[in-house]
Every structure is written in C-alpha cells, then in structure tokens.
C-alpha cells in the first residue's frame, strides 16, 4: 500500500483512542505502528455510552460494524434515589436523531474495540504490536527515537501517546503528578437479562441520582445483558483499590434506600471495583512532533459518559490537521492541540460538575428536583447541543 510518510507515526497505546488514530492516520495515506503494552489488543470493562458525536466518528472512520454493533436507545431517565420520583426524563428517538444526526446508543466495549482493531487490521497501513511498552522517547533532528521496556528503539517520524490516564508520554510532557482521586469507588457488573426484573428491561439507560452515591444501568447487545455500574462517594473504600468485589461489599456499600436500587444491586454475584480517577484540563499537551491523545491528555470522570467519545474526535481531528499540514507533525500537531482543548478541557470541568447532579443531599437535593422537572425535550436538547453537535472536523 502506498504512503505519504517514509518513516512511520508511532501511536502509543491501542485502546479506542490508539486504534482510532491509526485509522485516522490511514484514511489519508498516512502508515504507523501502534505500540500496545498488553500481551494482547483487547478491552476491559464492559458497557460504554456512545453518544450521537461518538457514533459520528465511526461512521467518519467507516468503522460500520461498530455502529451496526451499537443499540440505539429511546431515552435516558434519571430518579430521585431519595423518594422514587423521575426528574430528568430525555427522550431521545426521531426528533433526538434528527437534531444531532446520529442516534444516542450503548454497546458493548469490546465489540466497538473490536471493529476498530478488525479495520486497523485490514487497512495495509497499520502495523499492531504487542508486548511494546514504551518507556520514554527523545526528540531529535526530523524524528523521534521510542525506547521499548525491553531497549529496544523505534526510530520514528512522530509520536502519539495514546497511553491511557497514567500516560508515559504525558508525564514528559506535562509533567504533572499521580492522577487525582476524589475518593470514590465504581463497582461494575454485567448480568444477563433473564436476571434482570422485567419492569427494569428497559430500552434506555436509567439513572438513580441519591445522595453521595448513584447508580445507572442500560441493556446491550440486542438486550441480552445489562451494564450496571455503582458509584460510590467514599474515600474508606477507596483505599481499598482496583480488584474485585462480593455482593456483600457492594450491598453494604450503597446507602441507597430507595428498594429498587437496593434490589437490583443485590443480583450481580460479583463486581469489578474501579477507582474514580481524572486529571485537570493541561494547558499544553504537544512537544514538536509528540503529542498526547484521549485519556492521556484529558481524562476525565466519567460522569457524562464522554472520555471514550473525546478521544474518538480527537483522533479524527488529528488526521484532519495532518492533511491541512501536508504531513508537517509538529505543525500538525499544535494545531490539533489549539482545536481540541478547549472543547475537551469543557467536558472535562462539565463532567466534575456532574457531581453536584448526580449526588445531591438536602436542600440541593430539592432544588436540583425542582430545575429539572418538566422540561421539554427542546429545553434538553439545546442544553446538550454544545456536547453532542458534531465538530465540524468530524466528516
Ligand atoms: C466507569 C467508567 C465508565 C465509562 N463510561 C464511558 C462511556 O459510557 N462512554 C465514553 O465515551 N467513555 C466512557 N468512559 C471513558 C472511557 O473508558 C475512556 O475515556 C477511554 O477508554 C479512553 O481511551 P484511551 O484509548 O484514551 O485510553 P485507554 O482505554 O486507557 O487505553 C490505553 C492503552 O494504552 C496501553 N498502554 C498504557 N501505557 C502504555 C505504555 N507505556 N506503552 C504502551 N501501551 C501502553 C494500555 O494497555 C491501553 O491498551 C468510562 C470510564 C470509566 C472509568
């Protein structure tokens, strides 16, 4: 296959982001090599959200079985885990569609990694390497020289760090310290839908905001399952770190009163215990023909649903710029940066705020109630629009 770069991009990484970008790369000529540190190309966890500005990137890629691979859902609603009321109610059918031009949906991680690695692999410009941890990089004359864990060098036209939210290539880069923690804990479960009560098999994801803690669970996979993820407010837990979890654990966790909650958290048998981790919106994020991508330059929490969605834009902007430069990465690069980091410094913050809606108590708890019942779907909408109108680089 014939290219435009006689040296290849390295692209550190191959989760979505990673993946997405050696597309990107690929659908204007240009070849890389992602570095994957895993013995494998895979994805952990199990549901992920993939909002109408997402989906408008797979189809941009022409990943078309990740799309086929989605569930369009009809709604999202959220409830007052303290009294049982519904106060946020987004129907997000026909008219949602048609104002952001892609449907909201949810799938299974793994199947929209899967398309992306399946058309990395049959595109003649990706190479996928596995057990390639890049330990650090120098930039010299025209290139930059990728050192391996295991001493080996790549000798490359340009590097992306698609590393993830503990990013190597950040760390030189930005320097900043250990991600930040606010003390709180996701348990996360995939059951199937047989066990699931046939009034809570809904067609959307349904969101249980109380105090300090909150709870959301949407089908995938035709319906057959359901993701459920629990988040927690509570710094004792989270001492406790990543690994797995009992429904004991998780039960005496979630101070959630409401009984169907309290219900449903009792049928996973096991749960996969996460720490809520992010990072605060970085001013600079590029060094000459190095840069940063998804996780690794923004990661955020993942309260709306959007660090997957980011890097996903950022990838196909990144190839945008490449083209607008005629392959100058340094030049490409920055202007890349310029494009993208105010848009994703945004969902950064917004997603923070989201603490104040999804975990309210008391009096915030009311007024929270009261400023969003009886929207209209319009009112919804144009509040969103922001997030999930398409930039105009995703085409
Ligand atoms: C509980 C939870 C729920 C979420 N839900 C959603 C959702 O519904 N929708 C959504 O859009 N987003 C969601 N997100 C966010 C989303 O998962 C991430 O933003 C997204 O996966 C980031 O992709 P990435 O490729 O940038 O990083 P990662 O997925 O972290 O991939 C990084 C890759 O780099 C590899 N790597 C790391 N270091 C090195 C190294 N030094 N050398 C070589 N390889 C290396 C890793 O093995 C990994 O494969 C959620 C996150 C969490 C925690």
Known sequence: VSHNNSRPVAVAGGGIGGLACALALARHGFQSVVLEQAPAFGEIGAGLQVAPNALAVLEALGVTDAKMNCLAIDGVEMFDAVTGEKFIDIPCGAEFEERFGNPYAVAHRSDIHGALLRACQSSGLVELRTDSHVAGFEVSNGGVSVKLSSGAIENVAALIGADGINSQIRRAIVGDDEPLCPGAVVYRALIPAADMPREEQKRHPTIW???RAHMIYYPIRDQSAFNFAITIMNAELAKRGQGKASREEAIGALKLHHEIPRHLISIPGEFGRYLLRYREP?????????TLL??????????LAQGAAMA????ICLGECLVESKGNF????ESYQTIRIVRSARVQISALMMDKLLHADGVERLVRNSMFMGRTPGEYYDRLSWLYTSPWYVR
């Open 330 to 333: 340094a030049e490409a690069f």
């Open 312 to 315: 996903l834009e950022d990838a």
């Open 294 to 303: 998804g996780d690794a330059a923004h990661p955020m929490v993942q309260y």
């Open 282 to 290: 970085a001013a600079n994020w590029t060094l000459g023909p190095v």
């Open 209 to 211: 905001a109380g105090p």
